[in-house]
């Protein structure tokens, strides 16, 4: 069984920045596709970050130059780094794992940005 858990979210004020961790336990490859997705109140979730089981890293346009996504292989872990911070980019934030025949979420953690 694969679980995934985040850590990492809270309060920051606009322009500041704030780091999630993923880890992931249980049988997660490298074959896998590791993401940050994002739910703000009354809209969809949304991807916003992508890190690709070829290694590539691609952002959803409005985070793009402010959010960092990386992967720790042997730590089983995706990270996202949030700079620059906006009180748009308040949302529950959720990691997950995506393969050809699975996918598996997180439990989400919130992040908020206000003064």
């Known amino acids: 069984q694969v679980q995934l858990v985040e850590s990492g979210g809270g309060l920051v004020q606009p322009g500041g920045s704030l780091s999630l961790s993923c880890a992931a336990s249980?049988?997660?490859?490298?074959?896998?596709?590791m993401g940050w997705f994002r739910q703000a109140p009354g809209k969809q979730r949304e991807l916003v970050a992508l890190f690709t089981s070829g290694g590539t890293a691609t952002y959803v346009d409005s985070v793009e130059g402010r959010f960092t996504i990386s992967r720790d292989y042997a730590k089983n872990t995706v990270y996202l780094q949030m700079s620059s911070l906006k009180p748009e980019d308040t949302a529950v934030y959720y990691c997950n794992a995506a393969s050809a025949v699975a996918t598996y979420w997180g439990q989400g953690t919130q992040v908020t940005v206000s003064s």
């Open positions: 249980g049988r997660i490859f490298s074959s896998y596709h």
